[in-house]
């Protein structure tokens, strides 16, 4: 009996260990599947101020403007030589852009940083240094044009964030500016290639029938139809020699259901 009942003990003390065993494996192996299972933190999407440059999918884990990134950007403005007096004065609304075109190709050729001085006008020479004056809070900042927009109606330059922070449009989206061009490497009324944008477009199916129209009537012209990165699609008719006068000419007999027809400047 008392040999028994030491043999008891031990199976009763193995079969503890093996339970308790088990039990700790079990546990740890719920825990993992449970850590598992958690979803990921939402990713945030960063705001995008300006309606002429559709809102896109571009995610990212930080707030705009901050992080190695914009630390890393050349954030200086422009210089020009003191006492440059303006070329020519225009007012309208300003908005600002970022994703989804940070880093894609601009209209210059260069890779647009949002974090870097820059902007966006639809008809002045690329390259041209221009003097933006926010009308409401006095800021100003002189900002190189490197891209083509804002192709919303009444909107007269898309800033970049850089340039939207500097001059208090980032949080508002939009603000009434004073744009005075300082210095600009053509001529502003003569010369240059021209087209005429029309867009957006949020099926393909607009604007192949809007493209296909205008071919048909314009049949020395090349029509292009393209998405932009915001998956919005747009039609652009290059006229005969890129000619101003034949662009204003056809800009202004064309009419859209959708979007808005613009005249912008190639170079």
């Not at 088990?22 to 993992?32: R, V, W």
């Not at 209209?107 to 690329?126: C, F, I």
């Not at 932009?228 to 652009?236: F, H, T």
Request: aromatic letters at 6%; glycine letters at 8%; hydrophobic letters at 35%.
């Amino acid at each position: 009996m008392k040999s028994r009942g030491r043999s008891l003990s031990r199976v009763s003390l193995v079969s503890s260990f093996t339970l308790l065993l088990s039990f700790s494996i079990l546990s740890g192996c719920g825990h993992s599947k449970h850590r598992a299972e958690l979803p990921s933190p939402p990713p945030t999407s960063e705001p995008s101020a300006t309606e002429s440059r559709p809102e896109g999918a571009a995610k990212h884990d930080r707030l705009p403007g901050t992080g190695p990134e914009a630390e890393s950007a050349d954030l200086a403005e422009p210089t020009i030589p003191a006492g440059t007096k303006a070329l020519a004065t225009e007012t309208g609304k300003a908005s600002w852009y970022g994703p989804p075109y940070h880093n894609l190709r601009g209209s210059n050729g260069e890779v647009y940083n949002m974090h870097a001085m820059t902007a966006a006008h639809r008809t002045l020479p690329l390259g041209t240094i221009v003097k933006v004056t926010n009308l409401k809070t006095g800021h100003t900042a002189l900002v190189r044009i490197t891209d083509r927009g804002p192709f919303i109606p009444g909107r007269v330059l898309d800033l970049s964030l850089a340039a939207a922070r500097r001059l208090d449009v980032y949080l508002p989206g939009i603000a009434d500016v004073k744009v005075e061009v300082m210095q600009t490497p053509a001529p502003l009324q003569t010369g240059g290639r021209w087209a005429v944008q029309i867009g957006g477009f949020p099926h393909q199916e607009a604007a192949t029938k809007l493209a296909d129209h205008l071919q048909r009537r314009y049949r020395t012209a090349k029509v292009l139809k393209f998405a932009s990165p915001a998956g919005d699609w747009w039609v652009r008719v290059r006229v005969l020699d890129d000619d101003r006068g034949r662009a204003q000419k056809l800009a202004a007999e064309t009419e859209t259901p959708e979007g808005a027809v613009f005249l912008v400047r190639l170079d």
